[in-house]
C-alpha cells in the first residue's frame, strides 16, 4: 500500500470546524482515499472514503486534491467525543489482500 | 445488528505460555482480518480470511502464531509460546466484501509478564 503523511496530533476547540490534512503522493490511479478513527479504548471506526470527488456523510467530508496527492478530512462541528486518533488510508481497489496498512495518525485533541 | 464479537476482553499471561483469541464477524461478512496494535502505533495486519481461506498471511509469525477460520464464520487467534512483545491489543475486523468498510470488534488486550 502506498504510504500516507499525517500530523502526529492537532487541537481543536469544541464547536469549530477542525481540517486533518493527509499527504499521499505516491498514490496510484486505483487508489481509494479512507479514513477511519480510533476512540480511546475501542477498536477503529470507518468515517468516509473516496476516490476522485469530494464526499460527504453524516460524519464528516472529505476534500481530495484535484491531482490526488493530498486531502483534508473535515469535522464541520467538532465535539468532545470526535478526540480519538485519526487515520488516513491508501486501499487498492483491485481487490484480493486488501487489508488496511494503517500509520500513526493524528491525534486530535478537543478542548472544551 | 450486532457487531464484531471478542472474547476474552483482557488476558494477563507469562511468557512462555500460550493463549487464544476468539472472533465472531457480523454475520454474512465473508472477510475477517485480526490485526495487532501495540500501544503507541496504529493496527498492524496479521492474516486476512476470505471464508476459510487465507487471503494474506504475510505479516504473521509463524512460528508462534496461527490462525484458524475452520467454518467460514468464527476465528481463533492462538500465540504459541508468548513472548514480552507480543503484548498487546488484538483486533478482530470484518467486511461484507474484500473491499468493503471493515467493521473492528473492541479487541482482547494481551499482557505477557
Known amino acids: 500500500d502506498a504510504k500516507t503523511t499525517q500530523p502526529n496530533s492537532m487541537e481543536s476547540n469544541e464547536e469549530e470546524p477542525v481540517h486533518l490534512p493527509c499527504n499521499h503522493s505516491?498514490?496510484?490511479?486505483?487508489?481509494?482515499i479512507h479514513w477511519y478513527r480510533q476512540l480511546p479504548s475501542q477498536g477503529p471506526e470507518y468515517v468516509i472514503h473516496?476516490?476522485?470527488s469530494n464526499v460527504n456523510n453524516r460524519m464528516a467530508s472529505l476534500a481530495i486534491a484535484e491531482d490526488r496527492k493530498s486531502s483534508t478530512l473535515i469535522l464541520h462541528r467538532a465535539t468532545l467525543r470526535d478526540a480519538a486518533v485519526y487515520y488516513c488510508i491508501l486501499r487498492d481497489s483491485g481487490g484480493g489482500a486488501d487489508g488496511l496498512t494503517f500509520g500513526k495518525g493524528t491525534h486530535l485533541i478537543i478542548q472544551p | 445488528e450486532a457487531g464484531v464479537a471478542q472474547s476474552p476482553r483482557y488476558k494477563i499471561i507469562e511468557k512462555r505460555q500460550s493463549v487464544a483469541f476468539w472472533c465472531n464477524p457480523i454475520?454474512?461478512?465473508?472477510?475477517l482480518y485480526w490485526y495487532q496494535q501495540i500501544l503507541g502505533q496504529g493496527p498492524k495486519l496479521l492474516i486476512q480470511f476470505q471464508n476459510n481461506g487465507v487471503v494474506d498471511d504475510s505479516q504473521l509469525p509463524k512460528d508462534r502464531f496461527s490462525a484458524e477460520r475452520l467454518k467460514g464464520v468464527d476465528s481463533t487467534l492462538k500465540i504459541q509460546p508468548a513472548k514480552l512483545e507480543d503484548s498487546a491489543v488484538y483486533l478482530c475486523a470484518s467486511s461484507f466484501r474484500g473491499t468493503g468498510e471493515l467493521f473492528f470488534g473492541e479487541g482482547s488486550r494481551l499482557t505477557v509478564l
Open positions: 505516491t498514490i496510484s490511479g486505483t487508489d481509494y
Open positions: 454475520s454474512g461478512h465473508a472477510t
Open positions: 473516496g476516490l476522485t
